[in-house]
């Protein structure tokens, strides 16, 4: 098991940037592919991007692709999200998961740990 805590979230207006940052508890991170999902008011939870254990594959939803960025830094435990010329259709409670194994995937009951969140709004 680990425990993640996502920061890095604001305000911000459009065409700007932010990087989340996602930080697990634990010694087993490199075991963990990660994810990123976002969930704006009224809509369902959506995958946005996902990397392998390695940070060696990623993959991300079609209308964040060239704007957003995953990486991960196993040797700090993080996983990051930059995100670039933001548009307020992106304006969502970011979170980040963690699932056990080596290959990513964009299915939210695939990963079995959450962090708490954290809300990015975009203003246009």
């Known amino acids: 098991q680990v425990q993640l805590v996502e920061s890095g979230g604001g305000l911000v207006q459009a065409g700007g940037s932010l990087r989340l940052s996602c930080a697990a508890s634990?010694?087993?991170?490199?075991?963990?592919?990660m994810g990123w999902f976002r969930q704006a008011p009224g809509k369902e939870r959506e995958f946005v991007a996902t990397?392998?254990?390695?940070?060696?594959?990623?993959y991300y939803t079609d209308s964040v692709k060239g704007r957003f960025t995953i990486s991960r830094d196993n040797a700090k435990n993080t996983v990051y999200l930059q995100m670039n010329s933001l548009k307020a259709e992106d304006t969502a409670v970011y979170y980040c998961?963690?699932?056990?194994?080596?290959?990513?995937?964009?299915?939210?009951?695939?990963?079995?740990?959450w962090g708490q969140g954290t809300q990015v709004t975009v203003s246009s």
């Open positions: 998961a963690a699932r056990y194994g080596a290959y990513y995937s964009t299915a939210a009951g695939d990963y079995g740990n």
């Open positions: 990397i392998t254990r390695t940070g060696g594959s990623t």
């Open positions: 634990g010694r087993t991170f490199n075991y963990y592919a």
